[in-house]
């Protein structure tokens, strides 16, 4: 289903190692596993204390750690999620080195993921919004897509997300929405009914996009982890896109 849909970004996966959060963490210090499993739990719940003890342990570890700690926490949720939608039960590989800095793998597999373009915007910035909502993510929450708002996107239709089971949104959009929340917070992923419910409004190739949207999306779990989330403006909300190569630009009219 992945490489089907996806080949560049499933070739960029298969160059993370996937080392299991508990072997990961396996020879660090108390302080180092703590806050790994205050990232996995929840991430907003992470305290400065936390992560000034993370900064002291690991020094100039810390950026290198933190990128093989979401390799640990998201890759087996989008695994989980992509075998529940395509019915698959062949195992992936899990390694038991992380091996090198993590970064420029990572910086390719999201500009490659951002340039994945079957999902309309508005989908993809509803979801985008409810995510950065979960991990209280402050620049996430300040940030709305152009294309989203070109495609009738709103501050209206956007307050509609925190209570979406209960909103006037769409089907399709409810269901996206509650894939979020499963992947965010349900160890058990996708669960039947909810695997019925996205088969039924999104096609194979929109599903695979979603998953690697939120996948993306969770990178901000670092930068929340690390403090360094802060939004660019100090009130209301700035205006970004995402160009044909991937790349982000921010501050647009």
Known sequence: MLRTHAPEVAGLLAR???????????????????????????????????????????????????????????????????????????????????????????????????????????????????????????????????SALDAGGAEETYAEIDDYAASSLSERHRTGLAVVDALVWDPSGLGPDLVADVRRHFSPAEQVELVLDLLRNAANKISVSLGTDEAHVTEGTEVYDVLEDGSVVFGLG
Request: proline residues 9%.
């Open 16 to 146: 993370l190692p996937l080392v299991p959060l508990d072997a990961l963490v396996a020879d660090e210090p108390d302080e180092v596993v703590a806050f790994a499993e205050q990232f996995a739990v929840d991430v907003s719940m992470i305290s400065p204390d936390q992560r000034q003890a993370l900064m002291t342990a690991l020094g100039p570890r810390t950026r290198t750690f933190a990128g093989h700690l979401y390799v640990a926490d998201w890759l087996p949720r989008a695994r989980r999620a992509l075998d529940q939608l395509a019915g698959s039960t062949t195992p992936w590989p899990v390694a038991t080195d992380p091996g090198e800095d993590p970064w420029p793998t990572l910086d390719e597999l999201w500009r490659a993921i951002a340039r994945l373009r079957v999902l309309d915007p508005l989908t993809t910035e509803l979801l985008r919004l409810r995510q950065a909502r979960q991990h209280n993510c402050r620049i996430c929450q300040s940030l709305r897509s152009r």
